[in-house]
């Protein structure tokens, strides 16, 4: 079982996580609450699907975007590229990095010395696999709906799933410093 408090500390987690990894000024975002109607047309969408996983739960994440030009400007201009537009095979690099870092930085704010989290690569699904989220068993969905100032949007999913029998209940300070690693190389 996940407690609402664990509820609300990884929502918070993927808040910041958003915030922090989507630039400042005119690549800032706001973030609400929501729901997507099972009948809006999905078609286009890519679904860049990500793993955070600990001994005793399991957070399946979903960004679910729009590959259109609106998005190619967006990340073009986050990232810096020369270009105005990304798109095709560009346009899914950036993505998987944005996922990539958003889900790094809410990681790193899971994880402690007593709860170690793994995280998986990002992947591509086809937007129809959404569907398909119930057979997972989430206790917990949260839906964040990402609206960029430049008229880019995309919905991040979370889905909370947790080992049977096992109650799950942790907060997440948010304003832990990281640790500075200074000239020691890191192996993974």
């Not at 047309?41 to 860049?48: E, N, P, V």
Request: aromatic share 6%.
């Amino acid at each position: 079982m996940i407690t609402a408090r664990t509820v609300a500390a990884l929502q918070a987690a993927f808040e910041q996580a958003v915030h922090e990894n989507s630039g400042t000024g005119q690549t800032r975002v706001s973030i609400t609450h929501g729901t997507t109607s099972a009948q809006q047309d999905r078609t286009g969408h890519q679904l860049l699907v990500l793993t955070i996983a600990a001994q005793d739960f399991r957070i399946v994440v979903l960004f679910d975007f729009l590959p259109d030009t609106t998005t190619g400007n967006w990340f073009a201009s986050l990232f810096h590229k020369s270009e105005s537009c990304i798109e095709g095979q560009t346009l899914t690099d950036a993505l998987a990095e944005y996922v990539n870092m958003v889900c790094g930085t809410a990681n790193r704010l899971i994880s402690t010395d007593s709860r170690r989290t793994g995280m998986s690569t990002p992947f591509v699904l086809e937007a129809g696999c959404r569907a398909h989220l119930p057979r997972i068993q989430p206790e917990h969905t949260l839906n964040l709906q990402i609206q960029a100032a430049a008229g880019m949007h995309y919905e991040l999913l979370l889905c909370l799933c947790s080992a049977s029998a096992i109650s799950v209940d942790f907060d997440i300070d948010l304003h832990a410093q990281e640790e500075t690693v200074g000239g020691e190389l890191e192996l993974f």
